[in-house]
């Protein structure tokens, strides 16, 4: 079963950049579109960005989240990033990645421990 570990969060000002990275197990990785996720408190979990497997990669974005964020795969890494720009305190969340076989169902994999985003002066 694949594993997915995210890291890269942290404190960041209001206006600041964060680049998330999840390392994902297995060899069939490149074939399986990802998605970035988050959940803020009280909140439900959300898709904010994803991105599709295999040649191309087509991405497609949250309103809350587009023009700021860019979600990227390096398939020979096994990695998938979200590269965070001009963060908001509403940003603030445990980001999540997980992986989709069709990006029209929920996602397939087991949840991680996420990484926590804080953004806050």
């Known amino acids: 079963q694949v594993q997915l570990v995210e890291s890269g969060g942290g404190l960041v000002q209001p206006g600041g950049s964060l680049r998330l990275s999840c390392a994902a197990s297995?060899?069939?990785?490149?074939?399986?579109?990802m998605g970035w996720y988050r959940q803020a408190p009280g909140k439900q979990r959300e898709l904010v960005a994803s991105i599709t497997g295999g040649a191309g990669g087509s991405t497609n974005y949250a309103d809350s989240v587009k023009g700021r964020f860019t979600i990227s795969r390096d398939n020979a890494k096994n990695t998938v990033y979200l590269q965070m720009n001009s963060l908001k305190p509403e940003d603030t969340a445990v980001y999540y990645c997980?992986?989709?076989?069709?990006?029209?169902?929920?996602?397939?994999?087991?949840w991680g421990q996420g990484t926590q985003v804080t953004v806050s002066s």
């Open positions: 297995g060899s069939l990785f490149s074939l399986y579109a």
């Open positions: 997980n992986v989709h076989r069709s990006l029209s169902r929920p996602p397939v994999g087991p």
